[in-house]
């Protein structure tokens, strides 16, 4: 618990830093931005507006990586709603399984006392996808890729109490050296290269799991596999009331 808080002080720290610049920034990309689509509407001249539409791409992409910031530094306003976890999951990998490949098996599971979590469904989509890219990009000869919910007691002394649940995506892959997984959740920490990792996608997930009033952890073995693990508080009530769990224990192996 004493390392937890180390690092959860590192984390706070890095999140003001960041919080400040990210904003400023995104403001200074919509000038940019706007200016393009004045051009755009300003000229026929194809030359110039295949350059500006080129900037305007460019800030839209920027848009996305200060986005992914602000996740993670606690300075957006999440919409904080009671969500179905077999809903998610079903979403999360209609978007993920074109993204993987035929060698990528998908399992899930939740289990039936599973049904709500307090989270910003948006925000969720993003880190579960976000995990499933990450989880494929670390089995590049395939494996299998397991969503989890179960409602479990979090590591005690992390969370205050409460009802949680454990959402863990679980892959077989490289796994990660311990000096590598100690910084994971660290905006720009990416092992792929310039041009391939941003660094931003755990750590949105560490902020935004924050945020909602959980957390994230991470565990890895070298060459065995990660699981990544977000708490969520569980939400009292079930906003739509429809049947528990369509897909529990199903598999979606294809
Ligand atoms: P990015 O994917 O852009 O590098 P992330 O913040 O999502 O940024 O991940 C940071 C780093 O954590 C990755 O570069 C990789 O080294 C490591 N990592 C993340 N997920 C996994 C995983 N499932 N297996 C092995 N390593 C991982």
Not at 9 to 15: A, C, D, I, P, V
Not at 123 to 145: F, K, V, W
Request: glycine share 10%; aromatic share 4%.
């Amino acid at each position: 618990a004493q390392q937890a808080m180390v690092q959860y002080q590192k984390m706070e720290s890095l999140g003001r830093l960041t919080g400040g610049v990210a904003h400023d920034f995104n403001n200074l990309l919509n000038v940019v931005q706007g200016t393009m689509e004045l051009i755009l509407m300003m000229t026929q001249d194809e030359s110039i507006r295949a350059r500006a539409r080129t900037a305007k791409a460019a800030c839209e992409r920027g848009a996305r990586l200060t986005a992914q910031l602000l996740a993670f530094a606690r300075n957006q306003t999440l919409d904080l709603t009671p969500l179905r976890v077999d809903g998610l999951f079903e979403a999360v990998l209609g978007m993920a399984r074109p993204l993987l490949g035929r060698a990528i098996a998908l399992q899930v599971f939740v289990a039936p006392d599973v049904a709500c979590v307090v989270a910003d469904t948006s925000q969720m989509e993003m880190a579960l996808l976000n995990l499933a890219i990450n989880a494929r990009d670390a089995m590049p000869d395939g494996g299998t890729i397991t969503f989890r919910a179960t409602r479990e007691a979090p590591p005690a002394g992390l969370l205050p109490a409460g009802e949680y649940v454990r959402i863990a995506v679980i892959d077989n892959g490289s796994g990660m050296s311990p000096d590598v997984a100690a910084r994971v959740f660290e905006p720009f920490f990416t092992t792929k290269g310039v041009g391939k990792g941003t660094g931003l996608g755990l750590s949105q997930v560490y902020g935004m799991a924050h945020q909602s009033g959980g957390m994230a952890q991470v565990t890895s073995q070298p060459g065995q596999g990660t699981t990544i693990e977000i708490w969520l508080p569980a939400a009292a009530q079930d906003p739509a009331g429809d049947d528990t769990a369509a897909l529990a224990g199903s598999d979606l192996t294809g």
